[in-house]
């Protein structure tokens, strides 16, 4: 099993930017394929960016492509969301998702098996 953490979250104006961090403990690090989802109030959850184990291989929203990057430590055993020209329609929980089994990077949150608890974005007109 893993444990997910996220923090970095908070208020921002149109604009700005924000990186989220996602600190993982238990089963090793690199054997898992991680993402990042969000989820808006009244809202389903929605796939924002994904990492290979490697991180040799990223894909994203085509929402967030050219603003939002993903990116891994291994050594560290963290990901990391950074978010630049963020927009109102950012604002959401941002979730950390972790699973092993995955030979891909899969974008339904079905697929993933293990999850933090959230960390709030808000971005401000």
């Known amino acids: 099993q893993v444990q997910l953490v996220e923090s970095g979250g908070g208020l921002v104006q149109a604009g700005g930017s924000l990186r989220l961090s996602c600190a993982a403990s238990g089963r090793t690090f690199s054997t898992y394929i991680m993402a990042w989802f969000r989820q808006a109030p009244g809202k389903e959850r929605e796939f924002v960016a994904g990492?290979?184990?490697?991180?040799?291989?990223?894909t994203y929203a085509d929402s967030v492509k050219g603003r939002f990057t993903i990116s891994r430590d291994n050594a560290k055993n963290t990901v990391y969301l950074q978010m630049n020209s963020l927009r109102p329609d950012d604002t959401a929980v941002y979730y950390c998702?972790?699973?092993?089994?995955?030979?891909?990077?899969?974008?339904?949150?079905?697929?993933?098996?293990?999850w933090g608890k959230g960390t709030q974005v808000t971005v401000s007109s």
């Open positions: 998702a972790a699973d092993w089994n995955l030979v891909v990077i899969y974008r339904s949150p079905r697929e993933y098996d293990y």
């Open positions: 990492i290979s184990r490697n991180g040799g291989s990223t």
